[in-house]
C-alpha cells in the first residue's frame, strides 16, 4: 500500500470559502453556517463531533457519514468520534450492557482500520467514550437541570426519528436527546454532525443548551441512504446490510438479491450507494493522487464504469457523474445486472484493505470475537407423547374383548415369568446348600 499522503495539510492551501464548501458539499442541510464561517474566518481550525452507538454489527452504511468525515479532516476540522456506550444501553437496550465495552473496542478498531484504508489523517482523530466523563458529577447535574426544563413531549419528540418507539417506552430512550445535546458541550465541540433523521434533536439542542448558559452549535445533516432492500439500511436485518468483513462471495451474493428495478431511480439502495459512498471516495482518492487506484472506473475522467455481459457485446459505458448514471439507468440504458457486478468489483476494493488489517491485528480480532460471541442455540428435546388409555365405559365390545385377551396374555407372560425367577432361586438355593455341605469339616 502506498504511504497516505498529508492529508491533513491540504486545508492550508484553501481560502476560507473553499475550506467551507468542502466541509458542507453533499449535504443535506446545514444549520448555523455562519458559526462555521467566523472559525474558518479566523485561521482556526473547527472542532467537529460524530456519535456512534455501539449496538448491532457496524455495516457498509457507515461508508456515507465516514466519507463525509473525510471532508472535514481534508479541510482541516479537528474530528471527535464519540463511541457512545451510555447511549447504546439507554436506547431501549439495544446491547446488554456487559457487551458494551467490547463492542467500543470493536468499533474504535474498525473505524481507525476505514480511515486508514481511505488514507485519512488519524492525528486529526480523537476517540472519546462516553463514560468517561458522562458519569461525572458535573454532567450529571446538567442532566438533571435539563430534565427539569424538558416536557415528555419534547424529549419524546426530540428522540422520535432515532430512539426505538414502544407503546410503554422506557425513561431512559426520553434521556437520550438530553444527553446527546450535553454531549456538544462537554466534548467543547463547534459543529456536530450527523444524518437528518437526527435533526429533532440538533434543534432540541440548539433551543436547550442555550438555557444553560452554553453556546449554541452548528449542525451538518446527512443524507438517509436506502439499503439493499429499499428501506433503511439496518444493522437488525441481514439482508438489508453489507458487513464490513464479508468476504467477496457473500459481498455478491447480497448485491444480488438487492432490490434493483429497471429503470427505478428513487429509492434504489444500489444507484444511491455510488452516489454517495464510490463516487466521493474515487474523488477523494483523485485528491489524494492515487486515482489510478479506482478499480470501478475504465477512464480517469468518469466515476463509475459498467459494462455489459460479453454475450451482449461486452459494452463499456463510463459516467461522469452520477447524475449521468442515474440518468441512463432511468432510461433502461444500463441493465441492474451490469450496475450491480460493477459494484460489486468497487465494494469488494474497498473492504479488501480493511479485512487485511483484521486479519494481521489480533486486538482487532479479539474485539470482534468478544463483541459479538457465536450464539449456541439450546436444543430443545422434544416432548414424549403419553397414551392415555379410554376408560372402560367408553369401550366398544370389540374393544372390551381385545382388552380381556390382552390381560389375559399378560397375566400369563407374568405368571411364566414369576415361575421361571422362582426356579431359577430354587436352583441357586440347592446349589448354595450343596457347596456349603462340600466345604463343611
Known sequence: MAEAPATNQMHLNLSPEERYNKITQNLAEVLGSDIIQSILKEGKN???????????????????????????????????????????????????????????????????????????????????????????????????????????????????????????????????????????????????????????????????????????RAHLMNTMVPGLAGGKMSSSDPNSKIDFLDGPAVVKQKIAKAVCAPGVVEENGILAFVRHVIVPIGELMKAQGRGEERVWVDDQDAVF????????????????????????????????????????????????PIQKTFKESEAFQKAESLAYPVEVKEVTKKKEKKFTPKPDHLLTEEERARKAAGEDISTRKKKVQQSKEGLEETKALSEAVEEAAATAP
Open 46 to 216: 473547527p472542532v467537529a463531533y460524530w456519535g456512534t452507538a455501539p449496538t448491532g454489527r457496524p455495516h457498509l452504511g457507515y461508508f456515507v457519514p465516514l466519507v463525509k468525515l473525510g471532508d472535514f479532516l481534508s479541510a482541516g476540522v479537528e474530528l471527535k468520534i464519540l463511541l457512545a456506550d451510555v447511549h447504546a444501553f439507554l436506547d431501549n437496550l439495544k446491547a446488554p450492557i456487559e457487551l458494551v465495552a467490547h463492542r467500543v473496542d470493536y468499533y474504535r478498531e474498525l473505524l481507525k482500520a476505514v480511515f486508514t484504508s481511505l488514507h485519512l489523517p488519524l492525528e486529526l482523530v480523537t476517540f472519546v467514550v462516553g463514560s468517561d466523563y458522562q458519569y461525572g458529577k458535573e454532567y450529571n447535574i446538567d442532566q438533571l437541570k435539563l430534565s427539569a426544563m424538558t416536557s415528555e413531549r419534547d424529549a419524546r419528540k426530540a428522540g422520535a426519528e432515532v430512539v426505538k418507539q414502544t407503546e410503554s417506552p422506557p425513561l431512559s430512550g426520553l434521556l437520550y436527546p438530553l444527553l446527546q445535546a450535553l454531549d456538544e458541550q462537554y466534548l467543547d465541540v463547534d459543529f456536530q454532525f450527523g444524518g437528518v433523521d437526527q435533526r429533532k434533536i440538533f434543534t432540541y439542542a440548539e433551543l436547550y443548551l442555550p438555557r444553560l448558559g452554553y453556546k449554541k
Open 305 to 352: 464504469t459498467t459494462k455489459t455481459d460479453p454475450k451482449f457485446g461486452g459494452v463499456v459505458s463510463n459516467f461522469k457523474s452520477a447524475d449521468e448514471l442515474e440518468a441512463a439507468y432511468a432510461k433502461e440504458d444500463v441493465h441492474p445486472g451490469d450496475l450491480k457486478a460493477a459494484l460489486v468489483q468497487a465494494i469488494n476494493a474497498l473492504l479488501a
